[in-house]
């Protein structure tokens, strides 16, 4: 009896160490990107994807044509 609740304590304190890792361990992360400015300019030889010149009935013909 005494051997199972050791080993039942063992268990319990390497979850919770382990746990604990994991927890700060996310939060040393979310630190990290939280700084992270996502919507800054592009620096270098950047390209422009989007086209808005298009009619709105091109739009429209090319929306069904693809049927998205």
């Not at 080993?7 to 604990?20: G, H, Q």
């Not at 390209?47 to 091109?58: G, R, Y």
């Amino acid at each position: 009896m005494n051997r199972m609740i050791w080993d039942t304590l063992k268990v319990f304190v390497i979850f919770m160490v382990c746990t604990f890792l994991f927890y700060y361990g996310l939060r040393m992360m979310h630190a990290e990107y939280e700084q992270f400015h996502r919507y800054d300019p592009p620096e270098g030889p950047a390209v422009k994807v989007f086209n808005a010149e298009k009619s709105l009935i091109d739009r429209l013909n090319l929306f069904f044509r693809l049927g998205e």
